[in-house]
């Protein structure tokens, strides 16, 4: 029997997860075959299985403090919860295909982190990202240009994670970092969310840059401001009183594509409150509970989308994280994620020995932000790495290291070492 390393199989569970992104989004333009779902679904359950595999052969419960690890037990269960009840909720084809081809890999990809906790296990995956995909990624550039403009930055979509690594690495590493973020916003600036990860990411880079003039107090009071704004400017949009998706006079219009396909974007459009305003009316309209929603794999009455529709339930999940988990885990499902989140930037910022963690802790914190914007929860590489760097945040050992140390182990990942 085939003897694999912890290495080869966080390697291979990135591997597949990195074609399965591929393929969905070229299946997505080009239309590749029915045959995708079966492919995607396939990869989706190696990638599941690598990560059991993972988490079973290492554990979880002595790599991060207690208290995360009582959260992060009660998070995952939770999750499983929603989806016994989606098991009896399930009435035809597309019900149990949202469940066990959309939301059950959604509840599973949260075990990434433990590649985080794990760092010095997973030098053969970082060296192979940095090494072979922003290397060789440069070659998707002109498949996306002329199929999908965003494919590029989703093949290289750990470039916001690295961007924080660049103190730390070789020289001509931190420059190829550099050149794959630009390139990856420049190939679609109209793929918004992508900017403003990468802008955030460049933003703590300068920070750390200057970091003798800013304090401890000032990064717990950033993450503060952090958790708390996009609560208040959801009560705020709720009450009626401001909206800031809608509330602006800004418009600014960009033309992207290629001579023969242009098209019109306008950066400051409003795209996502009618997906608000859909899910909570039809969460009222069927009388169900916004503090344990409605269960895995569940659908909303969307008239916007009623032509696509695929039954009489209506669009299953939105492109906004935070109302598909109203919708399927309620409020208690999007209080145990917030809470992964805090105790990750708590203790990176916190209770660490090195200015990597306390970066690592505020990019983290901003993915709750994002949350509210899109952070769509899937089985992809954007929540794949949001994982790894909470478990990063959350390791014992990570957390311990020095700056000379983190310093030695970048070093080490761009080496010519051979690892077993």
Partial sequence: MLKMTYNQV???AFIFILITDVIVRINSFIGISNGSTNVVALLNVLTSLGLLVLCYKSGLKNKMPHLAW????????WNIFQFTRGVFNAQDYWDWKALLLGYSFSILIPLTIIIGLNYELNIKLFRFILRIVFVFGFAVIPLALVTDFELYARVVIAVSLFILFVPWLPYKWKVLVIVVAASSVLMDISYRINAIKILFSFMLLFMYFNRRFISQRILNLSVGVIFMLPLILFALGVSGQFNIFQDNSTDIEIVTGSDNADRTVNLAGDTRTFLFQEVFYSMLKKDSSFIIGEGGGSAYESPFFAIYDLNDRGRYGTE??????VLYSGAIGVVLYMLMLMFSAYYAINKSNNYSCKLLGLFVAFHWVVFFIE???????NFYFIWIAVGLCLSNEYRTLSDNDVSDLFKSIGAMVKIK
């Fill in 70 to 77: 009582l959260v992060f037990y009660a998070f995952m269960a």
């Fill in 320 to 325: 906004v994280g935070f109302i598909n988990a």
């Fill in 10 to 12: 966080s390697l291979l």
């Fill in 375 to 381: 952070d769509r929860t899937l089985m992809t590489m």
